[in-house]
């Protein structure tokens, strides 16, 4: 199946990117920073890659910072913002700023990840989404376009069957993944949500272009 897509420009992804991925309707008003589409027609694929994913239940998402100021002010934690969607990790000052939900699972390999990356030759793509309680979310593939811009696409599986789960309720997955070029070598991003993990698509050389 062609999995849904969202993309950022690099000013928009300066900061994280509030919205749904996955439901074409969602984007609609959307700035014109984002952008539903199918995945780049041709690129290069990446396999020299780091990834962690995080999951936590119900609708609080597993990374609730840093977010856009919406400018409502309020600062007491008695509204629940609207998960980020994108975001990337530049810098040791933006890794630092990264702050996880207390229910959140695998928080320590994600601060493992942030801690350990090279910022000034590699760089931390994020992205969080909704997945069923019965799934977890994989990230199938990494590509460079031919601008350079990254695009991860992922997928979902079936949990092991002792997992309890609920069919038709929903998780917040989180996965973070370490790229092996810095944020400021592209000029953009995106990432695609299918409901299977299809081979990498042929058209794509199958090279790693880090």
């Known amino acids: 199946m062609v999995p849904s897509e969202m993309t950022a420009s690099k000013t928009a992804r300066r900061g994280f990117l509030a919205g749904v991925v996955g439901v074409a309707t969602a984007l609609a008003g959307c700035s014109a920073s984002e952008s539903h589409r199918s995945p780049p027609e041709s690129g290069t694929v990446?396999?020299?890659?780091?990834?962690?994913?995080?999951?936590?239940?119900g609708d609080r998402p597993p990374i609730v910072a840093p977010r856009e100021d919406t400018g409502?002010?309020?600062?007491?934690?008695?509204?629940?913002?609207?998960?980020?969607?994108?975001?990337?990790?530049?810098?040791?000052?933006?890794?630092?700023?990264?702050?996880?939900?207390?229910?959140?699972?695998?928080?320590?390999?994600?601060?493992?990840?942030?801690?350990?990356?090279?910022?000034?030759?590699?760089?931390?793509?994020?992205?969080?989404?909704?997945?069923?309680?019965?799934?977890r979310l994989r990230l199938n593939y990494v590509t460079r376009d031919d601008d350079g811009d990254p695009n991860l696409q992922f997928c979902r599986v079936i949990r092991d069957a002792h997992t309890a789960c609920e069919r038709g309720a929903f998780d917040r997955a989180a996965t973070l993944v370490r790229l092996p070029f810095p944020g400021d070598e592209y000029s953009g991003l995106s990432a695609g949500s299918g409901g299977s993990c299809d081979p990498i698509p042929e058209r794509y050389n199958g090279s790693d272009s880090s």
């Not at 990446?46 to 239940?57: C, E, H, I, N």
């Open 46 to 57: 990446v396999t020299d890659y780091v990834a962690t994913t995080m999951r936590s239940a």
């Open 72 to 135: 409502g002010g309020s600062t007491d934690g008695s509204s629940t913002p609207e998960p980020i969607t994108l975001h990337t990790v530049e810098s040791e000052s933006d890794a630092e700023a990264v702050e996880f939900a207390d229910d959140a699972t695998n928080v320590a390999a994600a601060r493992r990840l942030l801690a350990e990356t090279a910022y000034d030759s590699e760089s931390v793509f994020v992205f969080q989404t909704r997945v069923g309680e019965c799934y």
